[in-house]
């Protein structure tokens, strides 16, 4: 499916007409007209138009639809309250102008494995939910996975407030301007107590099944992740007039801290990241007083992150000091290593291993997901399907629509396996 036409994703012949068709009805909410990227942030118009659409798929299967206490949207086939459900889903928000698969790919399959199991007459004994996790990508506010966090008790409603976005404005004050009641944010055990098994598809972002040759697989573990701000102050002055050994230029500091933190990365066989900055007064011709950078950094084992994270701020700090430049640094989340539960993964593999011509590798990501933070609370699974390019958070993240069918079709056959027993 190439994300910048939709003309381009035919209801293939034995592929799958309802997800085609979410597919294309999904496709413009929040798409930028000229970056061609999504813009999909949390609780902003074009969320809530996918939000909206959440609960149309919903309602048209005649699932039972809920809004939980954190505003994570759910549709159920089956009691809610019977526990030991089997629950899928994935998220609807989006990075400044991101691909078209990140989250939704996981969403939509869902509603098109749920129609695949009922053109099956599959007999489910498990009731079946499909979630929608609000805010998974933190673009507004600064912190990832939003939803399931506050659901798994990771964040409270003291600390949501003091989440903001550039205008100033906090999460509980922007839910409530959505129309939401703020005040009952809080972690959701009862609900937890009820959820057998979580399964998120997810579109790969990188190339491992490209390369292998196969078109779905199945998640190990994610590696440890996080982000941590960069203050460096120095003094503002006149770009002109200001003489080079007279300056506090807190932008060379945070250049030579970009530098770093690649060395330092290459060095650990880690990633790091500096994506986002600020700077005041952020005029042309005036040196700064302020360069605000955020690092986002993630390697494959705890010692190898504290390694990297460590060697920049000490490179940094180095800097700093031989520039006149103060330097905060500030730990803003973290996600320490998740695996996934072994008895579920084996437990897909062998669903997917009888019931498919699939193969499926098992793979590890450098990608957070809302399935790692509800790790810690109940067995969770995640399927990623190909992505010939591996590029993603990018308007030119995707995949194929036979790849994309295959992940339905194994996606309900894990939920069938799942939910039958
Ligand atoms: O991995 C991330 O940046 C986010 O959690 N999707
Ligand atoms: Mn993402
Ligand atoms: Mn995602
Ligand atoms: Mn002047």
Redesign the pocket.
Known sequence: LEASSPAAAPAAAGGHPSFHEMWRDLLPIGRHPESRGYRRFAWTGADLDCRAWFKDQAEARGLTYEVDRNGNQWAWLGDPAAGDAVVTGSHLDSVPDGGAFDGPLGVVSSFAALDELRSRGADLARPLAIVNFGD??GARFGL??VGSRLTAGQLTLDNAHKLTDGDGVSLPRAMEAAGYDPDTIGADPERLDRIGAFVELHVEQGRALDLSGDRVGIASAIWPHGRWRFDFRGEANHAGTTRLVDRRDPMLTYAETVLAARREAELAGAVATFGKIAVEPNGVNAIPSLVRGWLDSRAEDQTSLDTVVGGIEKAARGYADAHGIELDVVRESFTPVVEFDHALRDELGRILGKDTDLTVPVLGTG???DAGILSGRIPTAMLFVRNPTGVSHSPAESAAEDDCVAGVLALADVLEGLASR
Do not use: N
């Open positions: 998974e990508e990832a996975c990608a957070g997901h």
